[in-house]
Structure formats: structure tokens, C-alpha cells
């Protein structure tokens, strides 16, 4: 490809919309463009990236025997309706209606359309096992689209689906996709860890999520060096925490005036924020509940929404804490609290002596005894941990880090078998629901998690693997007859010996040059110049180190193959 015909804007100045370096040098590296909030144009070097990065996925997908479909992007309401899923997915999924009042969705995930698909056609466990991937676009209106390609409403995504005739049949495909998609983040050039996850929508009985480590990502990771044990913070258990024992007190209530935070309170009465209660006030479905917590911590919304089994969380409105709860905002507690469901943390009801709203401006009680005081509806497990948190496999502390989820996979087990009849006949002839397994990648979100980690202050510095083109070849001069005359002949013996290469034969400055190489990230950059007329030797400068090799001219494949690896 030569330069001059590459369509590859880039751009000098930082976008004002991007907030991220992934999405900042899309758009300045020619790469992307906006069409609308969370939904971008992929331009020319964005697509081979994107389409290498599928490569490698087919190809490890294939070496586990799974299969390439492609189903529907519009997808029939029915079947999200059989399958209960239609009302969870709420205003993220997007529903339309064809001419006659028929009412579809753009797939945000295809669980229920491959179950219908496979149970079409699978009668016999002799046809099991199974397990079916595609690469296509995937639809979810995302309230805040934000970070570019990291979190849009239009993305690309590999989805894989397993079918079984039984959970050892599905641990085996587990451990294979498990296993493959090591190779393919491996291959990708990514730094990841595979963590414990939460199901969410897709439900099941256990998950996984690759994080690719970086500082910007959305999701919280933590991990303990002692056991390897490892989760992301929507997952990670926590122990109870055993508070000293201390003689109860008589409970009482004591001005606070203006004093509403935790922070507040615990600098007005003199006592440490872990001697606080912290009550936190939500509204879902079935009413208001109410969320205690030590004042230390922090309210894991996921475990929360599992522990009460509902499908809409929100915080509750002020108007809303005093209608229903009939209470204060900033002063509201669990003590003499009537009609709201009450869910405490569990290390909550081991406290002694704490302190909490009393339900009355500028009051707050003292002395509060939970296990004497007030009753919970629900005592669990619901806070989000924090770095040097124990590790609840060996009781270390863990350590925190940030991360984009770059893949995840679900045991599924019968749940959408079971509520879309998808059944198989076992050797006695009785009737079974196939055991599924789900595995999704990100493509798109996956090229920018690369991003993340691999730049500098210049430009993308991409793993070979991935790179739109592994060379660029920049005669210093394109007005040099000499230099040009090189620069064609290492660009067509390049070509020919099958390594992807631009020729930067724009009219351009070298300076220019040089800027726009080290921006679209080209993993080598080969400089023809004095050296090469004079000498014999190309300049070759690696992109992910900056080393800088003299080649000769005459014979230099080799050295190019070397130093891509």
C-alpha cells in the first residue's frame, strides 16, 4: 500500500470527546470516525486490525473443533419472551416493529436465537457435543456510551455457545474456551488476567472475565500473590468481619446538627467511620429497601441486586425517602424503620455500640446494638472490596488493580434449554435439556484494550500480530530519484516475501513522515536516506523499544524477519 493512496487521516490536535488514550488516537491516527454517541466508522487500518484479531480468534476457535454460523441481528421478541429475558435487558436492549406491528430486537446477545436454532435440528445425544461460534456486530443502547470503541452501542463481538449432555460435558468445553481464550489475548500482545465474575443477565452458575490491565479500564480486579486467587470486585467474596466484643450501652439519641456524611458525623461525635452504620436507600420493583453498611465501606451494587433477586436498582429519590420510608435524607436509620425491607452486611450485625440516623432531622443514635436493636430482612454479603481486603481463599491481603473486560464465559447449565424446550434423547431414549456453555469476545473493544497498554507519548505502538501493516518503508525525499528507486525496490521485495508494507511516497516532510509512522504505530520503521545511497544501509528503528538497526541493503529479508519475530 503506498501512502498517498492509504486513507488514513490523522489528525494533530487531541479531539475534544475523547477522554481516554485508546480513543484519542483512533481518531487522531486515522483509525475511526464518529457517527454517533458509542457508534464509529472503522476506516482502512482500523479493519485490518480488527480483521486480524478475528483470525486469530477463528483460528483458535477452530483448533476446539467449534463451528462458524451467522445469525440474524434482528432478532423476534418471542423467543426473548419465552425465554423471560425480554423486561431484564430493559432500556439497553433495542426493540423495534416491523410493518405489521411485529416486534423485534437488534441482538445485544444471541442465547436465545442459538437455543432456538439447535433444537431445531439436535435430537440425539450422539449429536452432542457441539459448540457454535460467530463474529458480528452486537446492539446495546448504552445510557452512557463513553471511552470510543471500549463501551458503544454498536460493537464487534465473537459469541461462542456449547451444547452437552451433561455438566461434565460442559466443564470439558469450559476448559477449552477457557484455555483458547488464554491463546488468543496471548496472541493479541495483551497484558490479562483471568478473574471470578458475576453472570449478570446471561445468568448460569459460574463465570470467568479476561481483564486486560490498565489503568483507565472501567472494572475493578483483585488478586492475592499468595493463592492466585482472583476476581473482579462485583465477584469477590469478603469475610465477616468479627468486631471485638464490647458491653452494650444504653441506646441513645444525640444532636447532630447539620451534620449529614459520614465524614461529618464522625468528626462531629470524635469516633472512626468504621463505629458508623451507613444506610443507603434504594428503590426497585416490589418497594424501597434499605442498605446498611459499615461507614468504611462501600454498597457492591451487583451483590446487592443477587441477594435481592430484583432486575431494576436505584437510588431512592429524596421525595421517595420521605413518602415511603418516611424518614430524612441524611438522617435516616434502621431503628423503629416500618414497610421497607431492610438488607444489612453482614459484618454490620457484629458491631457494638455504633452509631446510625435516627429518622429525625439533626438526630442520630448512639449506642445502636444491631443484633438487640433492629432486625434485617436480608444479612449477607454486600460490599465491594478494596485493596488489602483478606483474601477469602488464604486470608491474605489482596491487591487492586483496574482492568477492561476483554472476554468472558458463562456456565449456563439449562437455563434457557430448559425455558425454550431445546432437548436431546440420552441412550435410554428419555428426554434431557442440553447443558450450554456461553463465550463472548469483544473484537473492536479488544483492539482498543491494546491501545491502552501499548503507546507512548507518539502513537500507537502495536504487537506485530496485530499491526495494520508490520513495515513502513520512508524515503527521506520522494523528490530524490535515488532514494525512490531504493525505497520501490524494499517495498516490492518486502510485498513479495509476503510482509504488509507501506510506502510513505507522499511529498511530505520527513518530520511528517516520521510523526504519522510513529502514530499509526508501525512495529518497524525503515528510513531510506544518505546511509542507503552512500553506505548501503537502511536505517530500521524498531517501534516498541525505539532500537535503531543498520541493515544492508542488499539481502536485508532475513534482518526484517528477525526483528518482527
Given at each position: 500500500?503506498?501512502?498517498?493512496?492509504?486513507?488514513?487521516?490523522?489528525?494533530?490536535?487531541?479531539?475534544?470527546?475523547?477522554?481516554?488514550?485508546?480513543?484519542?488516537?483512533?481518531?487522531?491516527?486515522?483509525?475511526?470516525?464518529?457517527?454517533?454517541?458509542?457508534?464509529?466508522?472503522?476506516?482502512?487500518?482500523?479493519?485490518?486490525?480488527?480483521?486480524?484479531?478475528?483470525?486469530?480468534?477463528?483460528?483458535?476457535?477452530?483448533?476446539?473443533?467449534?463451528?462458524?454460523?451467522?445469525?440474524?441481528?434482528?432478532?423476534?421478541?418471542?423467543?426473548?419472551?419465552?425465554?423471560?429475558?425480554?423486561?431484564?435487558?430493559?432500556?439497553?436492549?433495542?426493540?423495534?416493529?416491523?410493518?405489521?406491528?411485529?416486534?423485534?430486537?437488534?441482538?445485544?446477545?444471541?442465547?436465545?436465537?442459538?437455543?432456538?436454532?439447535?433444537?431445531?435440528?439436535?435430537?440425539?445425544?450422539?449429536?452432542?457435543?457441539?459448540?457454535?461460534?460467530?463474529?458480528?456486530?452486537?446492539?446495546?443502547?448504552?445510557?452512557?456510551?463513553?471511552?470510543?470503541?471500549?463501551?458503544?452501542?454498536?460493537?464487534?463481538?465473537?459469541?461462542?455457545?456449547?451444547?452437552?449432555?451433561?455438566?461434565?460435558?460442559?466443564?470439558?468445553?469450559?476448559?477449552?474456551?477457557?484455555?483458547?481464550?488464554?491463546?488468543?489475548?496471548?496472541?493479541?500482545?495483551?497484558?490479562?488476567?483471568?478473574?471470578?465474575?458475576?453472570?449478570?443477565?446471561?445468568?448460569?452458575?459460574?463465570?470467568?472475565?479476561?481483564?486486560?490491565?490498565?489503568?483507565?479500564?472501567?472494572?475493578?480486579?483483585?488478586?492475592?500473590?499468595?493463592?492466585?486467587?482472583?476476581?473482579?470486585?462485583?465477584?469477590?467474596?469478603?469475610?465477616?468481619?468479627?468486631?471485638?466484643?464490647?458491653?452494650?450501652?444504653?441506646?441513645?439519641?444525640?444532636?447532630?446538627?447539620?451534620?449529614?456524611?459520614?465524614?461529618?458525623?464522625?468528626?462531629?461525635?470524635?469516633?472512626?467511620?468504621?463505629?458508623?452504620?451507613?444506610?443507603?436507600?434504594?428503590?426497585?420493583?416490589?418497594?424501597?429497601?434499605?442498605?446498611?453498611?459499615?461507614?468504611?465501606?462501600?454498597?457492591?451494587?451487583?451483590?446487592?441486586?443477587?441477594?435481592?433477586g430484583c432486575l431494576n436498582l436505584d437510588m431512592a429519590t429524596e421525595r421517595a425517602i420521605v413518602e415511603d420510608m418516611h424518614s430524612i435524607?441524611?438522617?435516616?436509620?434502621?431503628?423503629?424503620?416500618?414497610?421497607?425491607?431492610?438488607?444489612?452486611?453482614?459484618?454490620?450485625?457484629?458491631?457494638?455500640?455504633?452509631?446510625?440516623?435516627?429518622?429525625?432531622?439533626?438526630?442520630?443514635?448512639?449506642?445502636?446494638?444491631?443484633?438487640?436493636?433492629?432486625?434485617?430482612?436480608?444479612?449477607?454479603?454486600?460490599?465491594?472490596?478494596?485493596?488489602?481486603?483478606?483474601?477469602?481463599?488464604?486470608?491474605?491481603?489482596?491487591?487492586?488493580?483496574?482492568?477492561?473486560?476483554?472476554?468472558?464465559?458463562?456456565?449456563?447449565?439449562?437455563?434457557?434449554?430448559?425455558?425454550?424446550?431445546?432437548?436431546?434423547?440420552?441412550?435410554?431414549?428419555?428426554?434431557?435439556?442440553?447443558?450450554?456453555?456461553?463465550?463472548?469476545?469483544?473484537?473492536?473493544?479488544?483492539?482498543?484494550?491494546?491501545i491502552e497498554q501499548c503507546h507512548d507519548s507518539n502513537g500507537i505502538i502495536w504487537p506485530v500480530s496485530i499491526a495494520p501493516y508490520q513495515?513502513?518503508?520512508?524515503?527521506?525525499?520522494?523528490?530524490?530519484?535515488?532514494?525512490?528507486?531504493?525505497?520501490?525496490?524494499?517495498?516490492?521485495?518486502?510485498?513479495?516475501?509476503?510482509?504488509?508494507?507501506?510506502?510513505?511516497?507522499?511529498?511530505?516532510?520527513?518530520?511528517?513522515?516520521?510523526?504519522?509512522?510513529?502514530?499509526?504505530?508501525?512495529?518497524?520503521?525503515?528510513?531510506?536516506?544518505?546511509?542507503?545511497?552512500?553506505?548501503?544501509?537502511?536505517?530500521?528503528?524498531?517501534?516498541?523499544?525505539?532500537?535503531?538497526?543498520?541493515?544492508?541493503?542488499?539481502?536485508?529479508?532475513?534482518?526484517?524477519?528477525?526483528?518482527?519475530?
Amino acid at each position: 500500500m503506498r501512502a498517498s493512496k492509504l486513507y488514513a487521516p490523522t489528525l494533530r490536535e487531541v479531539p475534544a470527546e475523547a477522554d481516554i488514550v485508546s480513543h484519542q488516537l483512533l481518531m487522531r491516527a486515522g483509525y475511526i470516525r464518529k457517527a454517533a454517541g458509542g457508534i464509529y466508522s472503522y476506516l482502512p487500518l482500523a479493519l485490518r486490525v480488527l480483521r486480524k484479531i478475528e483470525a486469530i480468534v477463528r483460528e483458535e476457535m477452530n483448533a476446539e473443533d467449534a463451528q462458524e454460523v451467522l445469525m440474524p441481528i434482528t432478532q423476534p421478541a418471542e423467543i426473548w419472551q419465552e425465554s423471560g429475558r425480554w423486561d431484564v435487558y430493559g432500556d439497553e436492549m433495542w426493540r423495534l416493529s416491523d410493518r405489521h406491528g411485529r416486534m423485534f430486537c437488534l441482538g445485544p446477545t444471541h442465547e436465545e436465537m442459538i437455543t432456538t436454532l439447535v433444537k431445531m435440528d439436535v435430537r440425539s445425544y450422539r449429536q452432542l457435543p457441539l459448540n457454535l461460534f460467530q463474529i458480528q456486530n452486537k446492539y446495546r443502547d448504552e445510557i452512557r456510551p463513553r471511552f470510543g470503541v471500549i463501551r458503544g452501542r454498536e460493537f464487534i463481538m465473537k459469541d461462542a455457545y456449547s451444547f452437552d449432555k451433561d455438566v461434565a460435558g460442559l466443564a470439558i468445553n469450559y476448559q477449552k474456551m477457557f484455555d483458547a481464550y488464554t491463546k488468543i489475548f496471548s496472541r493479541c500482545g495483551l497484558n490479562f488476567r483471568p478473574v471470578e465474575a458475576d453472570s449478570g443477565a446471561i445468568g448460569g452458575s459460574g463465570s470467568h472475565e479476561f481483564m486486560a490491565l490498565c489503568e483507565t479500564g472501567e472494572g475493578g480486579v483483585v488478586f492475592c500473590k499468595q493463592c492466585s486467587y482472583a476476581a473482579n470486585d462485583e465477584k469477590a467474596e469478603l469475610a465477616v468481619i468479627v468486631m471485638p466484643v464490647e458491653t452494650e450501652l444504653a441506646l441513645q439519641i444525640v444532636d447532630t446538627p447539620n451534620v449529614k456524611t459520614i465524614a461529618e458525623v464522625a468528626e462531629f461525635l470524635n469516633v472512626e467511620n468504621c463505629r458508623l452504620i451507613k444506610s443507603v436507600a434504594y428503590h426497585t420493583e416490589t418497594g424501597p429497601v434499605l442498605v446498611l453498611i459499615r461507614g468504611d465501606h462501600q454498597v457492591n451494587d451487583i451483590k446487592l441486586k443477587n441477594s435481592l433477586g430484583c432486575l431494576n436498582l436505584d437510588m431512592a429519590t429524596e421525595r421517595a425517602i420521605v413518602e415511603d420510608m418516611h424518614s430524612i435524607s441524611g438522617f435516616i436509620g434502621p431503628i423503629g424503620l416500618k414497610a421497607v425491607k431492610i438488607v444489612a452486611d453482614s459484618s454490620v450485625m457484629n458491631m457494638y455500640n455504633a452509631v446510625t440516623g435516627a429518622n429525625a432531622t439533626d438526630k442520630h443514635y448512639v449506642n445502636v446494638n444491631p443484633k438487640r436493636d433492629f432486625k434485617a430482612d436480608i444479612v449477607t454479603d454486600i460490599r465491594l472490596i478494596k485493596a488489602n481486603d483478606p483474601c477469602p481463599r488464604c486470608g491474605e491481603p489482596v491487591e487492586y488493580a483496574r482492568g477492561i473486560e476483554v472476554g468472558q464465559v458463562f456456565k449456563l447449565g439449562t437455563k434457557y434449554s430448559q425455558v425454550l424446550d431445546a432437548t436431546y434423547l440420552d441412550e435410554a431414549g428419555k428426554a434431557k435439556p442440553m447443558v450450554m456453555g456461553c463465550y463472548g469476545i469483544g473484537v473492536s473493544r479488544t483492539m482498543a484494550a491494546v491501545i491502552e497498554q501499548c503507546h507512548d507519548s507518539n502513537g500507537i505502538i502495536w504487537p506485530v500480530s496485530i499491526a495494520p501493516y508490520q513495515t513502513v518503508v520512508v524515503p527521506i525525499s520522494a523528490k530524490d530519484a535515488e532514494q525512490m528507486t531504493i525505497a520501490e525496490r524494499i517495498y516490492k521485495t518486502l510485498s513479495d516475501n509476503g510482509i504488509e508494507t507501506v510506502l510513505d511516497d507522499r511529498n511530505e516532510r520527513p518530520g511528517v513522515k516520521f510523526k504519522d509512522a510513529d502514530l499509526i504505530g508501525y512495529p518497524l520503521k525503515i528510513t531510506v536516506g544518505g546511509k542507503a545511497i552512500n553506505e548501503g544501509l537502511l536505517e530500521v528503528k524498531e517501534r516498541k523499544n525505539g532500537e535503531v538497526h543498520f541493515i544492508a541493503v542488499e539481502n536485508f529479508i532475513d534482518d526484517i524477519r528477525k526483528l518482527l519475530g
